[in-house]
């Protein structure tokens, strides 16, 4: 770790307390089966996850004004595969209960839970708050806490993204998440090169579910990861700082075919 994500990090071990005590007087999880972000890729054409991001570390606002109980169903209307929903409040701008605004406002997609996982107590707020799924980075963990994060989503009823960056932290594709992961973004400096998802690709196990994170502005871009194997795409920042979000992942969307139909 380094830079912006030591900084994320210490941040949010002092916040852990208050999420534990919050998690303690919860009185019980949400029963049911949840929507699968591993079977929707699976099933999918786009493979696009939608993501519902207001700010960045490194660049500020991008979306102050976005509404969670709006942008996400959009999202859900225009064709996107399952959402992410950035839950940091310190750094992204983000809350556990933007999903629950989701969930109210409709959105039956399975929703990745999208923040900086240290402990269980995290886990048992993605549950609460209507997730499907949760991220774990392997840049934040050692091997053996990122396992017993992963058995604990698992008992909870959670699906995992296992984030990597670097062929290092590839090892921790042996945990056997639900999904991987590979970051464009070095969390350290933020700089983002979408070339390492093509660099990391064959490294992964074949059966992996491939998802290509950060950094994918261009449907010929998407086209090109599906040929190199992922099946994920999860793209934020591109819709977010349109007018309409929502009517920007279904031109996005419409592009890639129209790419996908000139090429056969």
Known sequence: MQDILQQIIATKLQELPAIRETVSVSGGFPAGVKPSLREALLQSETGIIAEFKRRSPSKGWIKEDGRADIIPFAYQ?????????????HYFGGCD???RQARLSGVTLPILYKNFVIDEAQLYAA???GASAVLLIAACLSKPDCKRLLDKAHALGLEVLLEMHSEAELEYAELQPDLCGINNRNLGSFVTDVENSFRLAERLPKDAVKVSESGISNPETVKALRQAGFR????GENFMRTADPG???REFILATDKRSNTTV
């Open 77 to 89: 209307q225009n064709g996107a595969a399952a959402l992410s929903i950035l839950t940091d409040e």
């Open 97 to 99: 209960d933007f999903i």
């Open 247 to 249: 009517l920007a992942l």
């Open 127 to 129: 549950t609460l708050c």
């Open 232 to 235: 994920g795409f999860l793209i």
